[in-house]
Structure formats: C-alpha cells, structure tokens
C-alpha cells in the first residue's frame, strides 16, 4: 500500500490533474465527507489528509510514503529527513511582508527601529530580517495573521500572498516580497528503499505531468 499525505484546499485539489495523469482518481470528496482515509481507484494506493504544517511531520515519520506539501511549510518545518524530488509548481504564491496602507515601512527601516513582526513563518521571518540587518521582534501566529498590524499586535506580518485579496480587504499592503512558493513531493526514505518501484512509478507520471503542462 503507498499512502500520499495531502492537506484540503489548494494543494488538495491542484494535486487531483497530476494524480490522473497518473491514472489514479480519488474516490471520496474531502468537501462532503468526513473522512480523513481516502480510497483511490487503485487498490494499492490511498490518500490521508493532514494539516499542511503535519504533511512533512507525517512523511519523515513513515505516517505517509509520500506527501505534497509547499515550499514555506517545508522549510519551517526543516525537512531535513525527506527525500524531495520534485516541484510540482502546484499552489503558487510568494512569501511577503506586509504593513498596513497608512505605515511607512522604508522610514521605519531606513530609520533603524526595531520592527514586531507577526507571523506563522518564524524562520524565514528570521533569516530574512537578519540578512537584512533589521532587528525585530517575532511575534508567532497560527492564522489570521492579517488582524495583527490591524489591532496594534505588530508593525508588519510575513505572510503568504496569491492574488493579494486578503491583503487589500484589510487595508494592507505588500512591501517586500520574500520568496515564490509551490508545492513540492517529499518521500520517506525507509519507503523509497522498500517500495522502490511504485514510488518510482508515481515520481515519474507526476513528472512527465509537470513538464506536459510547462510546455502546454
Ligand atoms: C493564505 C494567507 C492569506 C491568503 C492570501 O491563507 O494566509 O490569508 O491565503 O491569499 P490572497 O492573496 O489570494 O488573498 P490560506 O487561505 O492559505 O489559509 P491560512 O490562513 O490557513 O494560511
């Protein structure tokens, strides 16, 4: 049995297009059932839903054979342990720095002031910040990050941006752009060894799937 881990929402169904192209069809829908253990068409493959901030934690620890999860979960988490073999470049966005419409951020930069930043990306908030040389002070959120600099909770967040919706309904706005972000496969490493061939199989199709549609 090979057991992919997958959170709900845009990986979930960005993943579905590259599972087909693999001749794999998830029979449950996450949206109407209940169900954390997906079935699939095939008997010897099934799918688990986790949290996105779990998907590597499941991985690393043979939870799941194999996980899609995005670049800013993955470096967060350290991932260390996992085979990654592939970008699926599924669940595109970037990682940014945001303030609200009326806080002039290069001001508080060029001026030296030391900046409370709230975030759920503590570590690429940290590295970033000290490359940078800007002292701050991490605040760590689990969600609705945008409310921090609302309500005086910080000066700015860093955060995942797509089409910048979030950002704008709130009255903030962009002011650095840290990173782009996709989604990429991890594999456990005890599970490429003992699985080799199915595991292989499924790198290749989600691949050839990848490359089919940078080319389309
Ligand atoms: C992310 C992010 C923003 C939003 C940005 O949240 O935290 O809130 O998407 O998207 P936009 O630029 O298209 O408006 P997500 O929906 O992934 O859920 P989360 O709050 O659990 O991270």
Known sequence: MITLALSKGRIFDDTLPLLR??????LDNPDTSRK??????????????????????????????LGIT??????????????????????KCRISVAVRNDFDYERAVKQGSRLRVATKYVAIAREFFAAKGVH????????SMELAPLTGLADAIVDLVSTG?????????EVERIMDISSRLVVNQAALKLKQAPIRALIDA??????????S
């Open 165 to 173: 919706n979030t950002l704008k309904a709130n009255h903030l706005k």
């Open 36 to 65: 954390l253990i997906l079935d699939t068409n095939q008997p010897g493959m099934r799918v688990v839903l986790v949290r996105a901030s779990d998907v590597p934690t499941y991985v690393e620890n043979g939870g799941a054979d």
């Open 136 to 143: 701050v002070d991490l605040i760590k959120l689990y969600g």
């Open 206 to 215: 989600f691949a050839a799937a990848v490359a089919e549609r940078s080319t």
């Open 21 to 26: 192209a693999a001749n794999i069809e998830v």
């Open 70 to 91: 995005g670049k800013d979960t993955l470096i967060e988490h350290g991932g260390s342990g996992l085979y990654q073999p592939l970008d699926l470049q599924i669940a």
